[in-house]
């Protein structure tokens, strides 16, 4: 086998290898659940077809309160309030 083979599988490797750490490390670095990342309150489900049909396993949010939006794993959901609750607090603020 040649020493130019040799290098380019082994060149090869490491990229491949490289590649595969980050997406892990990145991959922990998502959120789960429906939480924004930058201001911790849930976000909405947008559809979005190009990232749905890529990695439909991501879940596509946007924070209507800071105008976040990206990709988050899926987890637990916040639980939301009642009807009734909501307009009491809506009542009060």
């Known amino acids: 086998m040649s020493d130019a083979l040799i290098f380019g599988i082994v060149f090869i ?3 491949v290898l490289r590649i595969a750490a980050a997406t892990i490390f990145f991959l922990c670095l998502l959120p789960d659940g429906d939480r924004c990342p930058n ?10 077809r190009g990232w749905n049909l890529l990695m439909p396993w991501f879940r ?29 607090h809506n009542v009060k603020t």
Do not use: H, K, M
């Open 39 to 48: 201001c911790d309150t849930p976000t909405l489900r947008i559809q979005s």
């Open 60 to 88: 596509t949010s946007w924070c209507y309160a800071c105008n976040w939006e990206g990709l988050l794993r899926n987890g637990a959901l916040s639980p939301q309030l009642e009807t009734q609750e909501q307009t009491r």
């Open 13 to 15: 490797a490491f990229v």
